[in-house]
């Protein structure tokens, strides 16, 4: 694969199953921000693979992969792993990500325990372009992880604006949250079972 290739196209079956695999249970309205899908792509792929994902009622409502649904997403993660041939890249940020992991998790920390000091969210920012960097190199390798840019944006646009949910709140969209599905999302693409690294 040269620089200039164009990214890899991800199938929105996967897409959809992907993001119920990282999150455990996603509500509908929630998908697209997770998927980067138009609404109707969404609910065309629930509808059309009733056998793959169940919903669920209650406080904690929404879709998730039945064992069905896990089986056929690690084969199609499999498949698209072969088809785009990407792994050098996916290999790299997944370095780059691990390099500043051990960091964030100090920020959220020292955000939890010393009553949210407006210097973590200052702290945050100024190492928020390298974040950046790395959901774009992502981007251009399969297109599948285009959301996450948005999604660490509207983050920190949240936090600056007096959001304290939007640190570390689990369930919230927060910046924690988009940092541990890409983390899972980084492992799972790349078959890497967790290791010492990932656990710092």
Known sequence: MTATAAPYM????????????????AATSKLPELTGLPPAVVDDELAAHADLVAHHDGVVAGWSLTAEGR???AELLADERAGADRDDEIGAAYADFIALNDSFKALCTEWQLH????????????RHHEVDAICHGLAAAITRFGPYS????TALIRL?????????????????????HLHEDLLLTLARPRSEPDEA
Do not use: N
């Open 10 to 25: 991800s199938a929105p079956t996967l897409v959809v199953l992907h993001a119920l695999r990282i999150t455990g249970r």
């Open 71 to 73: 089986q056929r997403h």
């Open 115 to 126: 009553d949210h000091p407006r210097s973590c969210i200052q702290r945050l920012g100024e």
């Open 150 to 153: 948005s999604r660490f944006d």
């Open 160 to 180: 600056r604006s007096g959001d304290a949910d939007a640190f570390t709140k689990p369930l919230t969209g927060s910046y924690h949250d988009v940092w541990m």
